[in-house]
């Protein structure tokens, strides 16, 4: 084997040729010179448009590339630049490189993929970079990625969603592909000019056939798959319905006990701080403040203190057990779905309007705001869990993308994650 074709395959190359390769033991570096075949030379560094040339730059240029074991490599050029008629005045491509980066395309490719595979620390440490560098390589590779490959194609059936990834309501909106399970779109933002921008994205073609979106029941996603897809069927999610009924129940609870440590010998004096007194609840309050759990968990869930907790809100407090039934009620709705859970549904809303708890006769009117979708949801069996799914995976990429300068970096580790953007690492 000759030694140019060693050099790269060692340096991980094509379409280069290996001019020279020396050790500089003052920077414990090996520089290796290297220049584009000819097919390659006078290129745009944009659209890869063979151009005509314009100067030889401002002197040759570095990049870097993978280790050879211990000892890290530069890759050394000259950077012409080329007038290209769409572009202007730009520098000439590389082919080990993408166009403004200081990094090869194999050093690109396993930052990208141990950005996904392993913590922070051990990123830097390993490729001996700094962190916000590896945001700015996630965002160069997904970018590339999308000139690509259409990750908008062939969508049916999507899940819409918001998450938070930053304090001071900073929320991304997501957009998920119910049929593959990969993340297909997110922005920052969570309203309906944020949504919109994804429905404008996809196209009015590619709107049209579109079939099923589910929610979690907010306004601005109904109003806007209303006017970008209206013959789309909106699903509500049942998890966020039953969690309506669960918040009411809370909101009763909260209502119960503060009436019950308001009786004598519900609470006594336990001091006071920053001068406000404040009191500890005892006998009945004091057992309806711990029900939180027996209440909100699953009856199939329960365990034997629970149940018996429960046993006990039943014969001391019928309002707030009463509160308990209708959020079960409405909870039996998802449980058996298609014709049966209508019909529960029906009964389930002739009763909230007669249960005479105010927080659930207006939970009743909301339902029956988005009854449509509730419909939709028993009939066709769609939710928001595999949404649900891909925004718990975000929240773990949340914590390892910490100190990304803007949440588009955070974006692409998400793609590069969930989406299918992982590149295979070098040599494999």
């Known amino acids: ?22 050790f500089d033991p003052d920077q414990g570096v090996v520089i290796a010179s290297v220049r584009p075949v000819r097919g390659q030379r006078q290129r745009c560094g944009v659209c890869q448009r063979r151009c005509g040339g314009y100067d030889q730059g401002a002197g040759s240029r570095r990049w ?42 194999h050093f690109d490719a396993q930052v990208a993929w141990l950005a996904v595979a392993c913590s922070k620390s051990t990123v830097t440490q390993l490729m001996r970079i700094a962190w916000r ?19 908008l194609a062939g969508l049916r059936r999507i899940g819409i969603d918001e998450i938070s990834y930053k304090k001071g309501h900073r929320y991304l909106t997501i957009v998920v592909d119910h049929d593959t399970g990969r993340l297909v779109w997110a922005a920052p933002g969570r309203d309906r000019a944020t949504l919109s921008g994804f429905f404008q994205a996809l196209g009015e073609g590619r709107c049209q056939a579109l079939t099923h979106v589910s929610g979690d029941g907010a306004d601005w996603i109904g109003h806007v798959v209303a006017q970008y897809a209206p013959q789309a069927v909106l699903c509500a999610d049942p998890f966020h319905v039953v969690s309506w009924a669960s918040q009411c129940l809370d909101d009763v609870r909260r209502e119960v006990w503060n009436l019950a440590r308001r009786q004598a010998g519900n609470s006594v004096p336990a001091g006071s701080r920053v001068g406000l007194r404040y009191t500890l609840s005892q006998g009945t309050a004091r057992g309806i403040q711990r ?26 407090s019928p309002r ?31 009763w909230v309007q007669r249960c005479r708890i105010p927080v659930f006769v207006e939970l ?55 989406g299918g953007y992982r590149p295979a690492l070098p040599g494999r």
């Open 64 to 105: 870097r590339a993978l280790d050879l074991g211990t000892v890290p490599v530069l890759l050394q050029a000259s950077v012409p630049r080329v007038r290209c008629p769409v572009h202007g005045v730009v520098v000439a491509a590389v082919p080990w490189a993408r166009h403004g980066a200081g990094h090869t395309r």
């Open 133 to 151: 560098t590896v945001g700015s390589i996630v965002t160069r590779v997904c970018a590339e990625m999308d000139q690509r490959v259409d990750r």
């Open 291 to 316: 029900s939180r759990w027996a209440l909100w968990k699953n009856p199939e869930d329960l365990t034997e203190h629970q149940r018996a907790k429960l046993a006990w809100i039943a014969a001391t």
């Open 1 to 22: 084997m000759r030694n140019s074709r060693l050099w790269a395959g060692l340096l991980g190359v094509q379409k280069t040729v290996i001019e020279r390769v020396e």
């Open 364 to 418: 009743g009117r909301k339902v029956k705001r988005h009854l449509p979708a509730i419909h939709a949801t028993l009939e066709h069996r769609l939710s928001n869990g595999l949404v649900e799914s891909v925004n718990t995976k975000i929240r773990l990429l949340t914590r390892i993308a910490y100190g990304f300068t803007n949440p588009h970096a955070l974006i692409a580790l998400a793609l590069l994650a969930l």
């Open 320 to 350: 707030l057990y009463r509160a308990y039934l209708l959020k079960e009620g409405l909870r039996f709705v998802f449980t058996v779905k298609g014709e049966q859970g209508r019909q529960a549904l029906d009964r389930w809303l002739a």
